[in-house]
């Protein structure tokens, strides 16, 4: 996963049907086997459910506020750092701009699969593609693994380039079309 996650972090999911397939607790993102793969219901518990990531109750709340049929959930450690100083990181760069447009912040008092997380997280999906939760992670949506990937890839890149600015002390010449639309999006 690219520096995006520490060995047995993280957790992903996608919606089939009314079924919903989540990592497994403590597995291995980059070096998934079968045995890493939990099915359960989409919105009740069945047999699988003692081994799904404790993250479960935040990904069935994105799907039922959501169309999404792929959670992926992070780490990223530049989008981290600056989670805990804003309430939206707005990329600086141009393919941060062109895909992400802003990511929210969101906080949350209990950080690890809360009944808060999920309402919150799910809430902001419901508008962004992605969603940071303060000093935690990342949480992206898409119609495939393939496409959240993309997008936490893209937001991770945005934010180490925006944390290099602001720790160098650039202040950036405006150099996109219409940029005064970026913090509005």
């Avoid at 805990?84 to 447009?101: A, K, N, T």
Wanted: hydrophobic letters at 40%.
């Amino acid at each position: 996963m690219a520096g995006l996650v520490s060995s047995h972090a993280g957790n992903m999911s996608v919606r089939i049907g009314d079924r919903l397939v989540i990592t497994r607790r403590g597995s291995m993102l980059g070096r998934l086997r079968p045995g890493d793969l939990v099915e359960t219901g989409l919105f009740r518990d069945d047999s699988g459910i003692a081994l799904a990531s404790s993250e479960i109750v935040v990904h069935r709340a994105i799907y039922a506020a959501t169309s999404a049929q792929a959670v992926l959930h992070t780490h990223p450690p530049y989008g981290i750092v600056l989670s805990l100083e804003q309430d939206e990181i707005v990329p600086v760069d141009s393919e941060g701009s062109y895909l992400l447009h802003r990511v929210p912040v969101v906080a949350a008092e209990k950080t690890i699969g809360s009944k808060e997380m999920a309402e919150l997280l799910s809430a902001a999906l419901t508008r962004y593609k992605l969603c940071m939760l303060r000093g935690h992670g990342l949480f992206a949506t898409g119609h495939m693994l393939e496409e959240a990937y993309q997008w936490t890839s893209a937001f991770e890149a945005s934010a180490r380039i925006a944390y290099l600015v602001r720790a160098v002390g650039i202040e950036p010449i405006e150099y996109r079309h219409k940029s005064e639309r970026y913090k509005g999006w």
